[in-house]
């Protein structure tokens, strides 16, 4: 079972920035780079909403249109990590942020960090 860990939530000011950050580990008979990684995230009342995703040797990306030119996902192979650089963060994006990866049939997600945007 892949275990993944994120880190770098926390307040941060409308129009500032912030990277979150995604740790995975745990890998039997694949590796990080054999999986496609994503970012997902949820408001308090609301479905877990698509944020970003990229592939397994990042070269490809894929935005949700509520972040696409503000947010910037990519990846890190050789140190199994995966990262969200946020830009101009607005109200609307407070909410807990997930990872997720994904492999075929194999799946896991992280246990999410908070991000508060408020002024």
């Known amino acids: 079972q892949v275990h993944l860990v994120e880190s770098g939530g926390g307040v941060v000011q409308p129009g500032g920035s912030l990277t979150l950050s995604c740790a995975a580990s745990?890998?039997?008979?694949?590796?990080?780079?054999?999986?496609?990684m994503n970012w997902y995230r949820q408001a308090p009342g609301r479905h877990r909403e698509f944020v970003a995703a990229?592939?397994?040797?990042?070269?490809?990306?894929l935005y949700g249109d509520s972040v696409k030119g503000r947010f910037t996902i990519s990846r890190d192979n050789a140190k199994n990590e995966m990262y969200l650089r946020m830009i101009s963060p607005k109200l609307d994006d407070t909410c807990v942020y997930y990872c997720?990866?994904?492999?075929?049939?194999?799946?896991?997600w992280g246990q999410g960090t908070q991000v508060t945007v408020s002024s």
């Open positions: 990229i592939g397994r040797a990042g070269g490809n990306t």
């Open positions: 745990g890998f039997t008979d694949f590796t990080f780079s054999d999986y496609a």
């Open positions: 997720y990866a994904v492999r075929g049939s194999r799946e896991s």
